[in-house]
């Protein structure tokens, strides 16, 4: 199963995606049920936004920390609407597309 796949089974099974995205791999976090967990990295600790970054404390060497939220964001909407369009399971297809919309009202979010 890869990273898109494990995303939309979060999605599916209730967790939330957040508007923040993992320090180390730059990936959307979700949080479930209080834990905060990258598909890539496992669950990251205390996760927080500093002007347009996400950073993790108590960590030692964050190095992705400078990749701009938005930057992420739409990098993530690209990927998700190549995989919407090659998707035929209706499922999938509507995980896909409310991923998308959160994307998006999460990148609406950042410019107020």
């Keep these: ?7 939309v089974r979060l999605l599916l ?3 939330k995606m957040l508007g923040l995205h993992c320090p180390r791999c730059g990936l959307v976090l979700f949080d479930r049920g209080g834990s905060v967990i990258c598909v890539r990295c496992g669950e990251v600790r205390v996760v927080r936004e500093e002007g347009g970054s996400v950073s993790e404390e108590e960590s030692g060497g964050v190095g ?3 990749i701009s939220v938005k930057d992420v964001f739409e990098r993530k909407r690209v990927d998700l609407l ?7 399971d209706p499922a999938v297809i509507a995980a ?17």
Excluded: F, P, Y
Aim: glycine share 6%.
């Design 1 to 7: 199963m890869d990273e898109t796949d494990e995303m």
């Design 82 to 88: 190549k995989r919407l369009e090659s998707e035929s």
């Design 64 to 66: 992705d920390a400078d």
């Design 96 to 112: 896909l597309s409310d991923a998308i919309s959160k994307l998006e009202q999460a990148r609406r979010g950042l410019e107020k």
């Design 13 to 15: 099974s209730g967790v």
